[in-house]
């Protein structure tokens, strides 16, 4: 294994390229940890590169030729961009697709409450997670409160350095005699990550004393310590509790990225599934300038819930702006964008699982993942014999083969782990269903879904040259 390790291939030049892409992702993971942030950040990069609203354009009736750039963006939560090509749409696309979501603890409708004096929000959580890993570390608030008046509030508490930080309780070791004899799944309840927000009663002045005093048997002057962070909430967003019912907010782990290991080959932070793949994919995407076939960049949302509502993949968003933009260049027709779909090539950028020599008993080490090894072809995920998998064709990874082995770019290729232990599933199923052809490519990740994941820089660029090469290869 060691003669393919890329780090032992590197020239200065290479090194020093490495480095500043993974001082780039870091500072892009330290900001983004929503699908809503990952968008404004993106649009944020993406005009500065010259890139246009596809909407705009469309609202001016302009038109679009070869060498144009423009984005669209759906409900704040998913977006598309495309480097217009020289050959007619029809022909296809060459699309990297990843998800911007990750797996996190979202506020119920109703969160807020107060038990023995302290208050709490109550939460759900999204995606898949080992619910013992969300307990007794720092976390952050990310997300907005849309008010009735049509004002929406962005909220963003535990990043700075000054920021009070959040955390969802354990039982102390000392107690837990009990608890330590249930299994992982069971220990902690899904009812029961609950994040601990306040301990302070609201402190009443002499006028609201009175108040206080007329219904001292009733619930009013209960619940003080709910009362002050409602008054905290009040002061700080101008919101009320009512407000919580339009709300999207997430609980995240808070920090930044950080380089991780001795040697700094690693980096370690929240949401590398799949921000890693959509950072990478950007990235080659805006290296390809006047590409011959047009070139696409698809950042989606709801992946980790199963790609389901208006902002996931399964949404018509995507192909609304395949059309969209064919009639901008002219060449709109029903059948020219089932043809532009059906003839597309697509990496959907998803992330791996990295070999864990610690649970070796889980992989099966000819079809795994390693660090340092170059992005990961899956030909296939699901899980129980394939299912819910989209399978690759053979004849389209011989291409895709071929393209990277033509770019000088290292791959390798891996099943997320053995056949009967588990599995998983990306977004390639659904673009498939155009009959696109398309295959898994993505970065290898550790503690995949965990508060704190980790990849290698390595994987980083070597990820993002495969899709720079993917873009460019010959049809
Ligand atoms: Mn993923
Ligand atoms: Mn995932």
Known sequence: ?????????YNEE????????????KGFMSTVKTEREAVCEVVKRVQ???YRSLDEVVAKGESLKAGDKVYAVWMKKTMVLFT??????????????????SPRLDLKQVPLYENTEMAF????????????QWTTIPLAIHGVVAKKDGTVVDVRIGEEENDPVFCVTDLLIHLSKDQMAKT?????TGENLDVLIASKPLVIGTDTKKDAEKDAEGAEAKELVKKNVLAILKEKYGMEEDDFLSAELEIVPAGKARDMGLDRSMIACYGQDDRVCAF?????????????????????????????????????????AVAELMDRCG???????????ASSRMLSSDVSAAFDPLYAEAYEKKNAAFFGHGIVYNKYTGSRGKSGSNDANAEYFAWVRRAMDDAGVAFQTAELGKVDIGGGGTIAYISALYGMDVVDAGIAVLNMHAPMEVTSKSDLYEARNAYVAFLTAQA
Request: aromatic share 10%.
């Open 121 to 132: 929000f109550d939460t759900h959580y999204y995606g898949g997670v080992k619910k013992y």
């Open 48 to 50: 500065a590169a010259g």
């Open 14 to 25: 290479q090194l020093c390229e490495l480095h500043a892409l993974a001082e780039d992702y």
């Open 84 to 101: 217009v090509g020289t050959q007619p749409i029809e022909k296809g696309l060459r699309i990297l697709g990843a998800h911007i979501d």
């Open 184 to 188: 992982l799944g069971d220990a902690i």
């Open 1 to 9: 294994m060691g003669k393919d390790n890329r780090w032992t291939t």
């Open 280 to 320: 990478t994919s950007l990235d080659a995407f805006l290296k390809v300038e006047n590409p011959e076939v047009t070139a696409c960049c698809l950042l989606t949302d709801k992946e980790e819930i199963g790609s389901v509502g208006a902002t996931g993949a399964q949404s018509r968003f995507f192909e609304n």
């Open 331 to 341: 060449q709109y027709s029903e059948l020219g964008l089932r043809r532009a779909l």
